[in-house]
């Protein structure tokens, strides 16, 4: 059992979930050097240019002209409009907490999925994305003072765009591997940043080395490297492990931010967390059972839920 569990495999899907809950507190420290829109076009470009490298290793191939809108479409929400939206959120809401937050965008994509692409919205799903949202309210409710947050409205709000990058990533993932989807939205959401080069010009002029430091870790590391390793474990493991352990971002995340940041999260803000996992983990697991019966997807692609910081 011990060499199963150190196996490159599991190694991998370990790496993944630390690197991607240690992003959050990795932006605090990022934003208070460069800002939000710096900050968020380095970790973009830094990203893209690993994965651009990693490509020709990875057998990355080119996009077909057909799909080049939903490529665009997955640009434009899971990476400009999510890094922006997250970066901004977190300036005023904890790192944990944001990661609580953006652990519900699974619902969205899944209610996308029903409206758009035809798929069967079920008393289970339904009941699981009920909670969930009533999880993230709470959360919500938690960071504002006599009310909802508006900084953690905003983390909502990427947690929104990242579902759709799910739900449009789905018919991509039919014909590509997940790495490739990555690598091809990373790429375009740094193009649809390029306004952001003026601000992120400035605020690098005048960076502390450690906000540069926390861009360049961002990039390389739970962007590119995350990405990377995520499409190598996710191919060699089943669908249930794989989904599984993306529910121990938020609490990885948690305490990470503690022993990085010293942050102490609320305990209603961790009661709302851990009613809106337990929602995600309902519908998860209802879209396991359903998905077993149907042809399993391409090698390396992302299990639907997939969440990264």
């Not at 699974?106 to 035809?118: Q, T, W």
């Not at 947690?159 to 939205?185: C, D, I, M, N, W």
Request: charged share 10%.
């Amino acid at each position: 059992m011990s060499t199963r569990i150190t196996s490159p495999r599991f190694l991998a899907l370990a790496g993944t979930v630390v690197l991607w809950a240690s992003a959050f507190p990795a932006i605090r420290v990022g934003i208070d050097g460069l800002g939000a829109a710096a900050l968020s076009f380095l970790r973009l470009l830094i990203a893209a240019v690993a994965l651009l490298a990693v490509a020709p290793f990875a057998k990355v191939r080119l996009p077909r002209r057909g799909d080049l809108p939903l490529i665009t479409l997955c640009g434009v929400t899971g990476m400009t409009a999510y890094q922006l939206l997250l970066n901004w959120g977190e300036v005023h809401v904890q790192a944990g907490t944001a990661s609580l937050l953006i652990a519900i965008a699974p619902v969205f994509s899944v209610l996308l999925g029903s409206l758009f692409l035809g798929e069967r919205l079920t008393h289970t799903i339904v009941v699981g994305s009920v909670v969930a949202l009533v999880g993230a309210a709470v959360v919500s409710l938690a960071e504002g003072t006599g009310g909802f947050s508006v900084s953690a409205l905003v983390i909502l709000a990427a947690a929104v765009v990242q579902g759709v990058y799910h739900f449009a990533s789905k018919p991509l993932l039919r014909h590509y591997t997940g790495l490739e989807v990555a690598t091809y939205a990373m790429v375009a959401g740094t193009v649809f940043a390029l306004p952001l080069i003026p601000a992120t010009w400035h605020a690098t002029a005048h960076a502390p080395a450690a906000a540069l430091a926390s861009a360049a870790y961002l990039g390389l590391l739970p962007s590119a490297l995350g990405f990377v390793i995520w499409a190598y474990a996710v191919a060699r493991l089943p669908l249930a492990v794989s989904t599984a352990a993306l529910y121990l971002v938020p609490p990885v995340a948690l305490i990470v931010s503690f022993v990085w940041l010293g942050e102490v999260p609320r305990p209603i803000a961790l009661a709302g967390g851990a009613i809106s996992v337990a929602g995600v983990i309902l519908i998860s697991r209802h879209r396991q059972n359903h998905n077993a019966t149907n042809a399993p997807a391409v090698d390396g692609s992302e299990p639907q839920g997939a969440a990264c910081a």
